[in-house]
């Protein structure tokens, strides 16, 4: 198994996950953390060296977990038609987005605490999306779907409207639970926008979205 010390430090990981999420970072004190990971303070001082290193080691672990929905998803995009292909990858990501839900949790609160900043932290888990999409873009390419060229400006534009859409729907609801309701709002306002996009980002001018 995993040696004591691995052990100790993933439970005192899991603990302020948890903690940062349902009680934003300024309210979370590392004491209440090393009660609920059933460790001594001590014990979560000797792993990290202070409440903000703590808090960037857990962004960075839960930014790591592997995305489930991926894997399934390559299976299923077809290369045929860009909007039906936008579509499945885009509701995809918004159910992965709220699999991930605590680090989406721990922003939205950031956005009203004290917590520390880091780079590259507004998108997170979107970075990884972007990545998955990315390299859907650059095979779609290749099979003639779209123009061959580099889509990382298009790629972002896409995953920030995701983005926008789950904050709106997160920060209405008070809610972080991928309810019925949400998810159905949410896939319309996907359904919504893939023609728009489709033609606006990934189609050469002119062209019409093949069906």
Known sequence: GMPAEDRNRNKIIQASLTLFGDKGYSDTTTKEIAALSGLSE????NHFKDKPSLYKATIDAFNNLPIHELKTIDKKVGY????????LLGTTYI???FSHVNVMRILIQEKTSAAPRFENRELYPLIRLGDHFKSYLARAAEKGLIPRKKYGMEADIF???LAAMIFRATAVERNFTLTAGMKKNLFEEVKGLCPKLARDLFLPRGAKPSR
């Open 159 to 161: 995953l920030n409207h």
């Open 95 to 97: 159910k992965a987005v």
């Open 80 to 87: 045929r038609c860009l909007e039906d292909d936008l579509y």
């Open 42 to 45: 001590g014990t979560l001082f």
